[in-house]
């Protein structure tokens, strides 16, 4: 479906018609990704108490899903946003995301698998969505100021309203501040440009 319908399919007709880029287009209000049955009224998820086997069958479920993704859907890119939503449902998020990603940076197979990682999500209203670490699971992960997004490339990491960047996973914590990814400066608290 993505190939006939997705964003493939809009840079290919683009391209075809000789338009600059995606990124160029008005913005649709309204239509967004992941917006299917909006007219739900949202349940607003709470945090539900897991076991200890129910945290490890959760964090398990995780570590599929990433390495899914980094392998297949979403080739070098851990899809953080995804990620961040799903921790939000198990009632101690930091143990979670600490047990993962270390998991995954402490296995060569998937760590040397990541050039980036997705942490940032353009909503319909408002400002975007940013993706916000534990210190113990950010100092695991370092931007690469030289390296290219593995998705969107052209576009500035931007694919499917999300917004991935160049990162390393690396199996040892990284003390040094400078190199630690953050969260861009200028994506805190901004509203983003009416187009992607």
Known sequence: VM???????VKQLLERDGAPSAISLPRIRGVEVRSDMSWLKSTGRQPLPMSRAETLAFAQDM????ARGLFG???????????NDALS?????ELVAESVMRFLA??????????????RRRENEGPDTLVSLPPAVRNLLV?????VPPLGA?????FVAE??????????PVADEASVWHAPAEAQGVQRPDTP
């Open 3 to 9: 190939s006939r319908t997705g964003p493939d399919a």
């Open 143 to 147: 931007h690469d100021v030289s390296g």
């Open 63 to 66: 570590v599929e899903s990433l």
């Open 73 to 83: 859907n979403r080739p070098g890119d851990l899809h953080l946003t995804n990620f």
């Open 89 to 93: 449902r198990h009632p101690d998020p």
């Open 106 to 119: 402490e296995r060569e197979d998937f760590r040397s698998q990541v050039s980036g990682a997705t942490i």
């Open 163 to 172: 917004q991935s960047v160049p990162a390393r996973l690396v199996s040892d």
């Open 154 to 158: 052209e576009t500035g990491g931007w």
